[in-house]
């Protein structure tokens, strides 16, 4: 498997996954970067993976969609996205050639929230990024905390492509969080952009939200880096 990462819109990410000349795209905010890379790379579009239903997420997949690709999203957001082919709920697996994507859904963010896990790596969306999560639209810190749990418990060593390049931004929040973590001292000295991706030890180390003690943390914490600069 091989992972490109595309610039979107802002500071959107949509990723390919690829399996030798077949490609799935994980979030096409906007499908003109996604159809240069497809070229350049020489590939065939076979499948959109949407994290969630927001439209710098979504943006692009209408544009791209067509005949046998198939278009994934939790099962709770097909009458919020157009043109869903394929609906799935946790634990479900989707395909692309011989790679499987096994999918965690993860409310919060928005309550259809999935990350896709496949390879060694895990395309998170809006709930984990780099050193932050999302901001909790339609969830609750409970679910947010359940949710960074449940991907805070992959190995170690997987890969996150997470959905926003925040990632700096993120650090200098942990950096208040968590005045005496050298770990967030560090990252923040040695990152780059793009910060895509991270690992999930980084993430254990590095992310106030992941490392909150309980939901009550997790909250308070959420509520104080939506009012951070
Ligand atoms: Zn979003
Ligand atoms: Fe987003």
Not at 139 to 165: D, I
Not at 176 to 190: L, V
Request: one cysteine or more; a negative charge.
């Amino acid at each position: 498997m091989r992972v490109v990462t595309i610039k979107c819109l802002r500071d959107n990410y949509a990723y390919l996954v690829i399996d030798d000349t077949l490609a799935a795209v994980v979030d096409p905010g906007e499908a003109g970067p996604v159809r240069e890379a497809l070229d350049r790379e020489n590939l065939r579009l076979a499948a959109i993976w949407l994290t969630h239903h927001h439209a710098d997420h979504v943006g692009g997949a209408a544009e791209l969609a067509g005949d046998g690709i198939e278009v994934v999203a939790h099962a709770s957001d097909v009458s919020r996205i157009e043109g869903v082919t394929r609906p799935v709920e946790e634990g479900d697996v989707v395909r692309l050639g011989r790679l499987e994507a096994r999918i965690i859904h993860n409310p919060g963010h928005t309550l259809g929230a999935i990350s896709y896990v496949v390879d060694g790596c895990v395309f998170t969306g809006d709930t984990m990024f780099g050193a932050g999560c999302g901001r909790i639209f339609e969830g609750t810190p409970a679910m947010m905390h359940a949710s960074l749990q449940k991907l805070a418990a992959l190995p170690p060593p997987t890969r996150v492509y997470f959905g926003h390049e925040y990632t700096a931004n993120n650090l200098r929040y942990a950096a208040e969080a968590e005045p005496g973590n050298a770990a967030i001292a560090a990252r923040a000295k040695a990152m780059q952009v793009p910060s895509t991706p991270s690992t999930i030890a980084d993430e254990l180390a590095t992310n106030p939200f992941v490392r909150a003690k309980d939901v009550d943390e997790l909250a308070a914490r959420r509520t104080a880096k939506d009012m951070f600069r």
